[in-house]
């Protein structure tokens, strides 16, 4: 018989249908949203089933209190900007009361439901950025912008933003890291230059990043998805709840390449996005994320040019001598490492998820270092 989830047989109940085919899952709150594809007729809609217990301003789906509730996309009530702001006529309206021309229809460029949505429009004066988030987040969001831009790091102007949560913002200076021409020492020295940066800036909220506090949440969905990789991210729970604490400091939260934006000769980073976790924290969060989305990155782009993958093994050597021989480091690390296996696994691919498994075994044999 197959294995029904929670989530499938509240959907199945809510809708009356069979018809439905998961593909994606992550915590929220205190429970879990899981992305279905629902088929009805000859249409495909993308359902989710929440199961996080937070609370919304208003309903946009079905809801059972004190189960869950579903929705579907863009109908996300955690997120009552994006339903609008998804549509190329709002975004054009938006960006006519800030004086912007030859808007575009915006595209969707990353969803995550019930925490944010991103997405591009092209104008006549370049690339923006439509960022929807919780309303209750909107207005520490903007603060850590100029926060930062107050210490001297360079982040996108906010244009605009609203407390329904939305923002419009900048495009960021400079050429993506993921584009431009560094070496593994240049880059790692550019990284550590912007993490004292962030580390000087003042704040008083918390990061709303916090890798080890995932690891039972990655080992039980791994345990759900093969039991021989269950075993094992559950065999390095024990030694990764050892994993001591650094100093505390303003920390990004989530900093890795994706997030940077480099000069011409690759040197100094010149744009910092995604600041939405900006605040206090463990000094180790942001060296760990960088590392962990190094070493993602080589396992993506081992079947990739030689010389790629040799860089990324390069800049994963690297920024370990910087940074890995601290313990504090490497278990966050290793934490956020079953993120990443979790992630391809849920996608179906099981060697890369085999070979992130084992550099998380690796990093989590450094914590007692």
């Known amino acids: 018989m197959t294995h029904v989830s929670a989530e499938a047989a509240l959907l199945r109940d809510a809708l009356e249908t069979d018809s439905e085919e998961e593909f994606s899952r992550e915590p929220l709150g205190n429970g879990t949203v899981a992305g279905f594809r629902v088929t009805e007729g000859d249409r495909t809609l993308a359902v989710y089933v929440d199961t996080s217990g937070i609370a919304v301003e208003a309903e946009t789906g079905l809801a059972q209190e004190g189960v869950g509730r579903i929705w579907t996309h863009p109908a996300d009530p955690h997120l009552p900007a994006l339903a609008a702001a998804a549509f190329g006529s709002a975004a054009q309206t938006l960006l006519a009361r800030l004086d912007i021309a030859g808007v575009e229809a915006p595209e969707m460029v990353a969803y995550r439901p019930g925490r944010r949505a991103v997405l ?12 929807i988030v919780r309303p209750r987040h909107v207005e520490r969001i903007v603060a850590a912008h100029r926060a930062l831009r107050d210490s001297g790091v360079a982040v996108p102007k906010v244009r605009a933003w609203s407390p329904t949560g939305l923002l419009v913002i900048d495009q960021a200076e400079g050429t993506p890291a993921t584009h431009a021409d560094w070496t593994p020492a240049g880059l790692v020295d550019a990284v550590e230059r912007v993490r004292v940066a962030i580390g000087a800036t003042p704040t008083d909220q918390r990061t709303r990043s916090a890798a080890l506090t995932r690891v039972d949440w990655y080992a039980d969905r791994l345990a759900s998805l093969d039991a021989v990789f269950g075993e094992r991210a559950s065999a390095l729970r024990a030694v990764l709840a050892t994993t001591p604490a650094s100093r505390e400091t303003t920390v990004h939260g989530d900093l890795h390449f994706g997030q940077l934006f480099m000069n011409a000769d690759a040197s ?16 180790a969060e942001d060296p760990a994320a960088f590392v962990s989305h190094a070493v993602a990155s080589w396992a993506l ?36 490492l079953l993120g990443h ?19 998380a075994e690796a990093w989590t044999s450094r914590v007692g270092i």
């Open 301 to 336: 782009a081992v079947d990739s040019a030689p010389s790629a993958v040799r860089r990324l093994a390069d800049l994963v050597a690297t920024a370990g001598e910087r940074w890995g021989r601290d313990p504090a480091v490497a278990g966050r690390t290793a934490a956020q």
């Open 341 to 359: 296996t979790t992630i391809a696994l849920e996608s179906g691919h099981r060697e890369r998820a085999e070979r992130l498994l084992v550099e």
């Open 120 to 131: 591009k429009v092209q104008t006549a004066e370049g690339m923006l950025w439509i960022k």
């Open 268 to 283: 100094e980073i010149t744009g910092l996005i995604d600041v939405d976790t900006l605040g206090r924290g463990d000094a």
